[in-house]
């Protein structure tokens, strides 16, 4: 009788540390698919804060060194066009001014500093997407996790029991991020 409760005794125990066993793992997994969805916020907030101030830092350079190129445009033409000595000297310090700005941002930046943003804002672009995407795949990952332990035998039971649901669905692209993003300068 003895042997018998001990056997009793030990299969209760066994069936407790089960229990709280897939209780953890339902809890962590659940934890789990919330810290990948607060990362996709954390990604989408980062590209929300950088990709505006990329954009205005190369839209200010493109003007910087259009409005370089254009003031020596006019200052040629205008020195081209003057009828008198005085005109002349007048366009001519005045170009002189404008290619020593052009001298200094070309020893400064071989290429032209607009040419180098536009290409770290293409880079920054093309890494923020991906890592976007990457989160969204952990999340879906973490997420499909979750839902196999809340919905198999005998995680279901104890999920059941303690009220934990299914994830409520998988990330999904709107009918927007189907359309091509327009990028304006």
Not at 5 to 27: E, K, R
Not at 29 to 42: L, M
Not at 76 to 103: C, E, F, H, P, Y
Not at 143 to 151: H, L, Q
Request: proline residues 3%.
């Amino acid at each position: 009788m003895q042997k018998f409760l001990i056997i009793v005794l030990a299969v209760a125990i066994l069936c407790a540390l089960g229990i709280v066993s897939i209780y953890n793992s339902i809890i962590t997994k659940n934890e789990n698919v919330k810290a990948k969805w607060a990362q996709i916020e954390n990604q989408l907030q980062r590209r929300n804060d950088l990709i505006p101030n990329l954009v205005n830092t190369v839209k200010g350079y493109a003007v910087h060194e259009k409005n370089l190129f254009t003031d020596i445009t006019r200052l040629r033409t205008q020195w081209a066009q003057s009828t008198n000595v005085d005109d002349k000297l007048k366009a001519a310090q005045g170009m002189d001014a404008a290619l020593s700005r052009l001298i200094a941002v070309a020893e400064n930046y071989p290429n032209l500093k607009a040419n180098q943003n536009f290409l770290a804002l293409q880079d920054e672009l093309s890494g923020t997407e991906n890592r976007i995407a990457v989160e969204r795949m952990r999340y879906n990952q973490a997420v499909k996790e979750y839902n196999i332990t809340v919905r198999t035998f005998p995680g279901n039971l104890i999920a059941k029991k303690f009220g934990y649901k299914p994830a409520t669905e998988y990330f999904k692209a709107e009918e927007k991020a189907k359309l091509v993003p327009e990028v304006k300068f």
